[in-house]
């Protein structure tokens, strides 16, 4: 299981686009990488999903090196309902393991 | 996308009971599912790791006679808090892993125990 690392927070304005990177180092050959967003009590939501190069839905785009070594979840015009831990993983196999995760904060 | 139903969403129980939480997978068949506690302001641990059919597998420092996981069918994992206490309040979720469509991983919306 890659390590991940991500800023503890970031701050942001309604209408802006934001843009978390995180840190996966030691990723192996066969490991996703994955993000999910998190509001208080509720589980974690799916976002988006990728291997390498680009990957884009309806919600965020994912961008990926070819080195895979990182990751930048950008999310296209904000809004106050964005305001939510993000989470970065990077692994496969049986099991997910959650780093810290991005609080951000979206304000008028 | 895929759906995992989480039952109840909370439970307020008195210290020494037992609390039975259910984990569904509506729309797949999930073999693996996992279970996680989350703290106030602090990221989702992993508890254990429920396949169907077999024995759960527990990380380390998880009491497996304190935390009882059952994966009885494809759709259905439960997982038992015994004898509750103050300390094992917390914020408990499952995921289930929708191997086909890769490693995604799709969540309940999560049980929140506080134990009086």
């Known amino acids: 299981l890659a390590k991940t690392t991500q800023p503890i927070s970031m701050d942001s304005y309604e209408g802006q686009e934001v843009n978390i990177t995180c840190s996966h180092n030691n990723i192996a050959t066969n490991d996703y990488i994955t993000w999910y967003q998190q509001f208080p009590s509720q589980g974690p939501r799916f976002i988006i999903q990728g291997y390498k190069t680009k990957v884009t839905n309806e919600v965020a785009s994912l961008f990926i090196p070819a080195d895979r070594k990182s990751s930048t979840l950008s999310l296209p015009r904000v809004s106050l309902s964005d305001t939510a831990v993000y989470y970065c993983l990077a692994g496969g196999g049986n099991k997910l393991t959650f780093g810290t995760g991005t609080q951000l904060k979206v304000e008028l | 996308g895929a759906v995992v139903s989480q039952h109840p969403s909370r439970v307020i129980c008195k210290s020494g009971t037992s609390v039975k939480i259910e984990c569904r997978s509506l729309d797949f068949q999930a073999t693996t599912m996992f279970w996680y506690r989350q703290f106030p302001k602090q990221s989702l641990m992993l508890m254990a790791t429920?396949?169907?059919?077999?024995?759960?597998?527990?990380e380390q420092g998880v009491e497996k006679d304190k935390f009882l996981i059952n994966h009885a069918s494809l759709t259905l994992s439960t997982l038992t808090v015994t004898s509750a206490h103050p300390e094992d309040s917390s914020f408990y979720i499952c995921?289930?892993?929708?191997?086909?469509?890769?490693?995604?991983?799709?969540f309940g919306s999560g049980t929140q125990l506080s134990v009086l």
């Open positions: 995921s289930a892993r929708e191997g086909l469509r890769g490693e995604k991983l799709f």
């Open positions: 429920s396949n169907e059919g077999s024995k759960a597998t527990y």
